[in-house]
């Protein structure tokens, strides 16, 4: 007998906690959308600066503004799109490390991933996402020894992973801390003006790091 009244109070509160969990799950056709606060930290890489033994680059971090808006497949699988654009400049490094910032580039980095989404408990969901990144650099400019050289760093195309995890405030509101980790590499081409070509392989491969507040609908 006692044994049955604690299956059954066990049943009764597993009832109760499975109520609750749902009454804030997402479910097909709803939408998140959140706004974050991001550190962009390059785990960079580089080959050497054409015809510069010893040499290569290094790429500096931003903080920017990310936000991105994910539709639910079903209860548990979403598309998430990510938008930002971050401000980097390029340093020489090793051979060259004295010329200090040498480019400077804006970046687009628009990311779609598919997350899978599952709460740990009423409160809190938690996400992991893996997809794809096209990066898009612009507005290059030479710095430095290199101030008015012609700058142009290719597009890249590459891999995204992530994970999360989301904090209800209430049916409406919740806070996310977020991380992704972004493969990405480019080609840099320097003009500095004298009929020379400078080229450089990078690989920027950063982790976007971040913490904000989000939204359902």
């Known amino acids: 007998m006692v044994i049955?009244?604690?299956?059954?109070?066990?049943?009764a509160a597993v009832a109760t906690l499975s109520y609750t969990a749902n009454t804030y799950a997402e479910d097909a056709g709803d939408w998140l959308i959140r706004g974050r606060i991001?550190?962009?930290?390059?785990?960079?890489?580089?080959?050497?600066?054409?015809?510069?033994?010893?040499?290569?680059?290094?790429?500096?971090?931003?903080?920017t503004v990310e936000v991105d808006i994910s539709y639910f497949l079903n209860k548990n699988w979403a598309l998430e799109l990510i938008a930002a654009t971050t401000k980097h400049d390029i340093?020489?490094?090793?051979?060259?490390?004295?010329?200090?910032?040498?480019v400077e580039t804006r970046v687009l980095p628009p990311t779609l991933n598919l997350q899978y989404h599952n709460y740990l408990s009423e409160d809190t969901r938690m996400y992991f996402g893996a997809g794809v990144n096209y990066t898009v650099f612009f507005d290059e400019e030479g710095k430095g020894?290199?101030?008015?050289?012609?700058?142009?760093?290719?597009?890249?195309?590459g891999l995204s992973t992530q994970i999360g995890v989301d904090f209800n405030i209430n049916k409406d509101w919740f806070i996310n801390l977020d991380a992704k980790y972004i493969f990405m590499d480019t080609e840099a081409e320097i003009r500095?003006?004298?009929?020379?070509?400078?080229?450089?392989?990078?690989?920027?491969?950063?982790?976007?790091?971040?913490?904000?507040?989000?939204?359902?609908?």
């Open 4 to 11: 049955k009244k604690l299956a059954l109070g066990l049943a």
């Open 38 to 63: 991001v550190n962009v930290s390059p785990n960079d890489d580089s080959g050497e600066v054409t015809g510069i033994a010893g040499s290569g680059v290094g790429v500096d971090s931003d903080t």
């Open 91 to 102: 340093s020489g490094a090793g051979a060259i490390a004295s010329l200090g910032n040498i």
């Open 145 to 157: 020894a290199f101030t008015g050289a012609d700058v142009d760093l290719d597009n890249s195309f």
């Open 192 to 217: 500095p003006g004298d009929g020379s070509v400078l080229k450089v392989d990078a690989d920027i491969d950063p982790w976007v790091i971040g913490v904000g507040i989000g939204t359902r609908f």
